[in-house]
């Protein structure tokens, strides 16, 4: 159990990992052969092709996963220890819960500044996930359009929503939405780009087809916000959540043009004007407005890095599918399917070989699932054998070169064993 111990910490949520396997693929070597993924998380020791995959195997870990949360930047960490020494709970009106307050209302002041709102249109809450859920299930809309791509939390939100379907790409047809909205809806939830691919969604030309028809609009900018600031493409509401944009997890905002049009969805004790109760998050807030005051980041270098991950990818492996790539993408994601080989296994081979990737989004409870991202494109059974590789700014040409190298070297592998 060692090894399982020094690339998780503990020996217990290791073990989930090894049962869940073999639950997959029963006990003892997996469905691909000679030395099964089961193995490689029971054996102490790390086999000879794991050392082929990289030099740096256990010695360090890469984080290529920027897309299911960024690294807090220092100004966020700083603001969050000074907002930590403040006592007091911002709806208390003695001296401590004033300055609680005071750091809250400032911290709604620079962010309502960045997304070019009033103040009293920004909404804390405690993510993204909670931002689309009140404003899809606040709102006075019976009728909702959402694109088959959204996130889980959109689609979970409201089972019952029409769903707009997408082409090859994942884009939706503005014309066949426009179609859906004269035919009677009252909100259209579209995202800015998909979380899982990268690709940049016509969420401009759907507001201005909900905008024609005095139709609300939302628009889960979670993955986006980091480029170009929460609103400003024409919608009604927009999703934000910190942990996306160098800030702390379990904070995020609702950005609401009309914020009256609204009601709550987790009632309490009037918190936010009335919407979101709840004691705040103070020092996530704080940390959420420092991390927007520091960016934004260096893409233009993000995007080269990532544009050299699949030009080396592509060289050694011309097989190699990368989602979206003929379309506008967000420069931090690139979505690569390997053939036949599911994305579980490749994931946990590379967190073996040092590099942290994900298959798709990270809020599934740690499983590994098919991407329905992917098979709304059309994927098939391909739609569970692709992972997301995702930069940041700290990423390195040398952290790069060594996943293509890992990359490669996995793939090689998996192939002979599959063939």
Known sequence: ?????????????????????????????????????????????????????????????????????????????????????????????????????????????????????????????????????????????????????????????????????????????????????????????????????????????????????????????????????????????????AHKLGGPQGVGCLIARDPDRLKAVQKGGGQERGLRGGTPNLPGIAGFAAAVAAGPFDWVKVEALRNRLEDQLLAVWPTLVIHGKTVDRLPHISSLGLRGVSAQTQVMALDLAGFMVSAGAACSSGKVRESHVLRAMGLGAAAGEAIRVSLGPQTTATEIDAFADAWVAMAQRLAKVTA
Not at 95 to 119: F, H, K, Q, T, Y
Not at 181 to 210: K, P, S, W
Request: with cysteine; net charge negative; proline share 3%.
């Open 1 to 241: 159990m060692r090894l399982q111990q020094d690339c998780h910490g503990r020996s217990r949520a290791a073990g989930g990992l090894v049962t869940a396997f073999e639950t997959a693929f029963g006990a003892g070597k997996d469905h691909f052969g000679h030395y099964g993924i089961l193995e490689l998380w029971r054996e102490p020791r790390i086999p000879p092709y794991m050392r082929l995959m990289s030099g740096i195997a256990t010695k360090s870990r890469i984080y290529l996963d920027h897309a299911a949360t960024t690294p807090v930047v220092p100004a966020a960490r700083d603001a969050m220890m000074a907002a930590l020494e403040t006592v007091g709970n911002p709806s208390s009106v003695h001296a401590g819960g004033r300055a609680a307050n005071g750091i809250i209302e400032n911290a709604r002041d620079l962010i309502a500044d960045w997304a070019n709102v009033r103040p009293e249109s920004i909404i804390f809450t405690s993510g993204g996930t909670e931002a689309l859920a009140l404003a899809l299930n606040g709102l006075e809309a019976r009728k909702v359009v959402v694109s088959a791509v959204e996130h889980t939390a959109v689609l979970a939100a409201r089972p019952n929503a029409i769903v707009l379907a997408v082409d090859a790409n994942g884009l939706i047809d503005l014309k066949e939405l426009d179609r859906f909205v004269r035919q009677g809806v009252d909100l259209v939830a579209v995202q800015t780009a998909n979380n899982e691919t990268g690709v940049i969604q016509h969420a401009v030309g759907a507001a201005e087809v909900a905008t024609r028809a005095g139709v609300l609009s939302l628009q889960d900018s979670v993955q986006t916000a980091a480029y170009w600031g929460g609103a400003g493409t024409g919608e009604d509401f927009t999703a934000v959540s």
